[in-house]
């Protein structure tokens, strides 16, 4: 096991650290995905979305003038360059040059009617990929301009709001500058901005909202005596948010790259712990329809905290020795971020259940948000999602490899791609991960380095696995400790390979009245149900679908109270070429016994509230049946918490 002596730990020392975009080159499945992904949902977005057309702000138009322009971009940049296809890249580059064009003479930049500080955030972090992939000379001076000005402004005008939530972007931007130009001025300017952010270090030590935000912050009484502006710039509002949440799990974790103090390095497990015990579901996410909202799996989860979620693990996965970070990530990516966009990618969720019996629009027990906050569609409820979800599957891949700070390459997250980057001793180096992983268990590496080198290759063991093995060309290591890294090093040459198995056993872990969730390695299983489309309107090129089931939900499952993953058994079938996160090419599934619960039906056009388990054989219906499991990616309807019985 790797291990690293936090107390020591500083910025400059990090164990690993970021390779440029464009480092890695994604294949197989994961490149569909993003293939699919630049034919639709992104690449044709702003041909028939206004927010985002040539009226934007962001573009010298007199239209939106946000954040839906910075977050589209900060999705479309990395998607344009890791696919090195030049239509987007030019869509991309003429939003960048208007940006880096528009800049003022004190270092201000961005549409002149709206001088908040926090969509100047993500067009930062647009400038940051930009600049690793193509190093265009205008982006770092256009930075330190920008600093500078900052630094002149930070204290006259505040943050506050949203900015004031969500400051470690920041701080995020400028540690990534000091790493460019070493200027203590950066790091200075860091702590101003981490003292006006809130304080997520002591929210997620000793989470305050343990049960749903509606108990402690009425939504309906109070918006009728306060303005839209005090409320978003109360503190219940803001931390409470379920996306301002998402992205402060990373703020201290960054900042303590300053002060070296354990505990806010370690602040994001605690309050992922935290976030998971009072608001949690099985697919790792926390519910927020738009605010925390308790730990029922028919409670919604916004699009944007699962993207967002996932940037902060991206990126703080250099701050840990263990796989923690990495293991979630991946779960986050498998399950909840595919499962919430239509397989073609030409429509999306604002909301996800993991209990989701039923998509329509109509009423359902959210905290403040619309009728149509579930339905598959270009906007439904708020266009922030619209905008936002583009960066989920791009910046995955920036998290497949990291540089280790001995020379070496350590591979954080499994999929198939092809990594090529210049080690420190000037070697050159290619890795192809050949793999169908998380389908599959086997993940095969290729090395081919231009010269026979000698470095160290680190592999993460999930903390699921148990029996993992690595054979190399000096034989077969079983000795791997879940949850840790197992390290390679030796002298490499063309033509060496590596071939890590991570065995999958059915685990099944508990939840909200202790509800069992079925999950087999990083995959979430669910029911299969049948699924009846139907077109709501919506924008024509991107309609508007609700679902309802066409077979029965409501079953308990049956376990084995000694070995709860006892009663499954797992078909596989051949991986297709045309892959998708449609539900009829879902590589794998499984069955179990089951019984209906009859009384367990819709309460409010959603899963009624789930009975407490073990549930009683007596009330569940006489005929046991064998149902089918799929990973909860492919489900667009399905139950991923059951009541169960004991078998």
């Known amino acids: 096991m790797v291990e690293i002596n936090f107390a020591s730990v500083s910025l400059e020392d990090l164990p690993t650290s970021e390779l440029p975009l464009g480092s890695v080159d994604p294949r197989g499945w994961f490149r569909d995905v993003l293939r699919c992904q630049a034919d639709n949902f992104t690449g044709c977005l702003s041909d028939h979305w206004a927010s985002v057309n040539h009226y934007s702000a962001w573009r010298g138009g007199t239209g939106e003038n946000w954040e839906r322009g910075p977050y589209y971009l900060d999705g479309l940049l990395p998607l344009a360059y890791l696919l090195r296809d030049e239509t987007l890249i030019a869509k991309a580059k003429s939003w960048v040059d208007w940006t880096l064009d528009c800049q003022k003479n004190n270092g201000d930049f961005g549409p002149r009617n709206n001088l908040d500080w926090w969509p100047r955030m993500v067009m930062l972090k647009v400038l940051m990929q930009y ?75 000793n989470l305050p909202y343990t049960r749903a935000t509606g108990f402690y912050f009425p939504w309906k009484a109070i918006a009728t005596h306060f303005s839209v502006p005090q409320l978003v710039d109360s503190p219940q509002f803001l931390f409470t948010h379920i996306v301002n949440v998402a992205m402060g799990l990373k703020t201290s974790t960054l900042y303590s790259a300053r002060t070296r103090d354990l505990t806010q390095r370690e602040s994001i497990k605690t309050g992922v712990a935290s976030l998971l015990k009072y608001h949690g579901v099985v697919s790792r996410l926390f519910t927020g329809d738009e605010h925390l909202s308790g730990s029922s799996p028919s409670q919604g989860s916004e699009l944007c905290s699962v993207v967002e979620y996932m940037f902060s693990l991206e990126s703080i996965l250099d701050y840990f020795g263990d796989t923690w970070a990495a293991d979630t ?46 339905l598959f569609g270009l906007e439904p409820n708020f266009g922030c999602c619209t905008a936002n979800l583009h960066q989920g599957w791009p910046k995955l891949s920036k998290a497949l490899w990291r540089a280790t700070g001995d020379g070496g390459l350590a591979a954080f997250v499994y999929a198939p791609n092809i990594l090529k980057t210049t080690l420190p001793t000037g070697a050159r180096v290619s890795i192809e991960t050949v793999t169908e992983y998380p389908f599959e268990e086997t993940i095969r590496l290729r090395i081919e380095p231009d010269a026979p080198t000698r470095f160290p290759l680190k592999l993460r063991i999930p903390a699921w696995c148990n029996g993992a093995s690595v054979t190399t060309p000096e034989g077969v290591r079983s000795d791997l400790v879940p949850g840790s890294w197992t390290v390679l090093d030796r002298s490499w ?7 890590l198995k991570l065995p999958m056993k059915i685990h099944v872990s508990f939840w909200y009245k202790n509800s069992a969730g079925v999950e087999l390695g990083p995959l979430i299983l669910a029911l ?6 139907h077109t709501e309107g919506g924008y024509p090129a991107f309609p508007d679908w609700s679902i309802e089931p066409l077979s029965p939900w409501n079953y308990a499952l049956g376990l084995d109270a000694q070995n709860p993953g006892k009663a499954f058994e797992i078909k596989r079938k051949p991986f297709t070429h045309d892959f998708s996160f449609a539900r009829d090419k879902t590589p794998l599934r499984v069955f179990a016994r089951a019984r209906r619960v009859g009384a367990w039906k819709l309460e409010n056009n959603s899963a009624g509230e789930l009975p407490p388990s073990p549930i009683a054989v007596e009330r569940c219906e006489s005929q046991e049946e064998i149902i089918e499991l799929i990973p909860y990616a492919f489900a667009r309807l399905r139950i991923a918490q059951f009541p169960w019985y004991r078998l």
């Open 493 to 499: 040459s063309a033509g060496d390979s590596v071939e």
């Open 131 to 205: 600049e690793e992939a193509t190093e265009d000379p205008r982006v770092i001076p256009f930075m330190e301009r920008y600093a500078a000005y900052l630094d002149a402004q930070i204290d006259e005008r505040p943050l506050a709001s949203w900015g004031k939530a969500r400051g470690g972007e920041l701080i995020l931007w400028l540690f990534w500058l000091y790493r460019r130009r070493a200027d203590e001025r950066f790091l200075i300017l860091a702590d101003r901005i981490y003292s006006q952010t809130l304080d997520w270090n002591g929210f997620f030590q």
């Open 329 to 374: 990530l991946e779960i986050l990516a498998f399950n909840a971020l595919p499962s919430t966009i239509t397989p073609d990618f030409r429509g999306h969720q604002y909301l996800q259940q993991a209990n989701q019996v039923l998509v329509t629009k109509a009423k359902r027990d959210w905290f403040n948000t619309n009728d149509e906050s579930n």
């Open 528 to 533: 299969k149900i049948r699924e009846q489309w």
